[in-house]
């Protein structure tokens, strides 16, 4: 496992951008996945993006392609969620989370940071 912590969010209006960090720690980063979700109220959690921390490769939802940008600092131990042309839909909790490489089971996540866009 790792330890996580987002910051960042905020309130915005639709069409502001905003950006997300997450601080990693922990050990063998390079054997391990990460990702950004988000949880809006009475909606199912969904997952934005992910990011390989030895080789950077990215995946992007529908929702987001084109829009949102993952990154990670390798030197400062932070992910990245660049958010642009944000819509009153994007609204809600975020979190970073980790996984073993090539699994799904995220096993560390973060405290989530409110992320609010308004119409």
């Known amino acids: 496992q790792v330890q996580l912590a987002e910051s960042g969010g905020g309130l915005v209006q639709a069409g502001d951008s905003l950006s997300l960090s997450c601080a990693v720690s922990g050990r063998s980063l390079m054997l391990r996945a990460f990702a950004w979700f988000r949880q809006a109220p009475a909606k199912e959690r969904e997952r934005p993006g992910t990011?390989?921390?030895?080789?950077?490769?990215?995946t992007y939802a529908d929702s987001v392609r084109g829009r949102w940008t993952i990154s990670r600092d390798d030197a400062k131990n932070t992910l990245y969620l660049q958010m642009n042309a944000l819509k009153p839909e994007d609204t809600g909790v975020y979190y970073c989370a980790s996984a073993k490489l090539g699994t799904n089971d995220y096993d560390s996540w973060g405290q989530g940071t409110q992320v609010t866009v308004s119409s």
């Open positions: 990011i390989g921390w030895f080789a950077g490769s990215t």
